[in-house]
């Protein structure tokens, strides 16, 4: 029981992970009604950022978490502006394949001036674990779980209180009912991307500090979008559970395949035999909004 358990924690924490990236996800989605396959690779940009300017510029790594959230705004705006913005009004799926080549291109370049080996970020939180409920947790679990939690509980309140997230919120509902009532559009689009870029960086460095980081990081995207698809492309809420949900799913699955049957590799699998499952029954995922048309 307390191997299951362990393998509980730790797919708590890396859900958590999954969560912060799958609500990048929603809110481009919810304000766009795009779907970012960039997703990924933004989460590995923000980790080797905040490792450069830690371990080759030997800033300490507070200064170098808060610069990297800046340098993410200026690539988000980057981005909206230069990529999508010429791109408003065009096919859904004409924004969704400049997403995937630009999945290429920041992949490229993260190996053009990193390489692709492993790195190790310096150690920031002591390696000595810390008993709960008698499991030992690392530290760096704990903060990376409390992290998480405490950037969606902002980000929640965000949308619900603030007059930015009210607007944004007034976006994904009506485009052009918020547009006739003075919103500008083109600024919540900018805003959206800021928000995803920030969140993938943060994801990225918690998974950087837990476990290295590499070219391959960017397939982080691919893993989160059954959580994503799972709690519902335009629920906030539905991106958080999703996150826990698959990240628990993965490693119990795993564990349990590994000791039982001695097979190893089934968490790739699990989420999507999971997913699979589940859409047969919810099609618009457990929270998303369920769309009737009329013909």
């Known amino acids: 029981m307390e191997y299951y358990l362990q393998l509980i924690v730790n797919g708590l924490v890396v859900g958590s992970i999954y969560s912060l990236v799958a609500l990048g996800f929603v809110i481009i989605y919810k304000a766009t009604k795009v779907v970012n396959f960039a997703q990924g690779e933004l989460v590995m940009?923000?980790?080797?950022?905040?490792?450069?300017?830690?371990?080759?510029?030997?800033?300490?790594?507070?200064?170098?978490?808060?610069?990297?959230?800046?340098?993410?705004?200026?690539?988000?705006?980057?981005?909206?502006?230069?990529?999508?913005?010429?791109?408003?009004?065009?096919?859904?799926?004409?924004?969704?394949?400049?997403?995937?080549?630009?999945?290429?291109?920041?992949?490229?370049?993260?190996?053009?001036?990193?390489?692709?080996?492993?790195?190790?970020?310096?150690?920031?939180?002591?390696?000595?674990?810390?008993?709960?409920?008698?499991?030992?947790?690392?530290?760096?679990?704990?903060?990376?779980?409390?992290?998480s939690l405490v950037l969606?509980?902002?980000?929640?309140?965000?949308?619900?209180?603030?007059?930015?997230?009210?607007?944004?919120?007034?976006?994904?509902?009506?485009?052009?009912?918020?547009?006739?009532?003075?919103?500008?559009?083109?600024?919540?689009?900018?805003?959206?991307?800021?928000?995803?870029?920030?969140?993938?960086?943060?994801?990225?460095?918690?998974?950087?500090?837990?476990?290295?980081?590499?070219?391959?990081?960017?397939h982080l995207g691919l893993k989160v979008f059954p959580a994503v698809i799972l709690g519902g492309l335009d629920s906030l809420l539905g991106a958080a559970l999703g996150g826990l949900i698959i990240g628990v799913l993965e490693n119990v699955c795993d564990g349990a395949a590994r000791q039982l049957l001695g097979l190893g590799g089934f968490r790739e699998v699990a989420a999507f035999i999971v997913l699979v499952i589940i859409l047969m029954i919810k099609p618009y995922g457990l929270f998303g909004t369920k769309e009737i048309e009329r013909v």
């Open 45 to 147: 940009v923000g980790a080797y950022m905040c490792f450069a300017l830690t371990v080759q510029f030997n800033i300490p790594f507070v200064w170098a978490f808060f610069m990297t959230l800046g340098f993410s705004v200026m690539l988000g705006l980057a981005i909206e502006r230069m990529v999508l913005r010429p791109l408003i009004g065009e096919e859904h799926i004409s924004v969704i394949m400049v997403t995937v080549g630009m999945s290429s291109i920041l992949k490229s370049l993260v190996q053009l001036f990193w390489g692709t080996q492993i790195r190790v970020y310096p150690q920031v939180l002591p390696s000595e674990p810390i008993i709960v409920a008698g499991l030992p947790i690392a530290p760096v679990y704990i903060a990376a779980f409390a992290l």
């Open 152 to 218: 969606f509980v902002i980000f929640s309140a965000f949308f619900k209180y603030s007059r930015t997230g009210v607007a944004m919120r007034a976006t994904a509902f009506d485009q052009q009912a918020a547009q006739s009532m003075g919103i500008g559009i083109k600024n919540i689009f900018a805003m959206s991307w800021c928000i995803a870029c920030i969140v993938s960086a943060v994801g990225g460095i918690i998974l950087g500090n837990i476990n290295g980081i590499n070219s391959q990081l960017g």
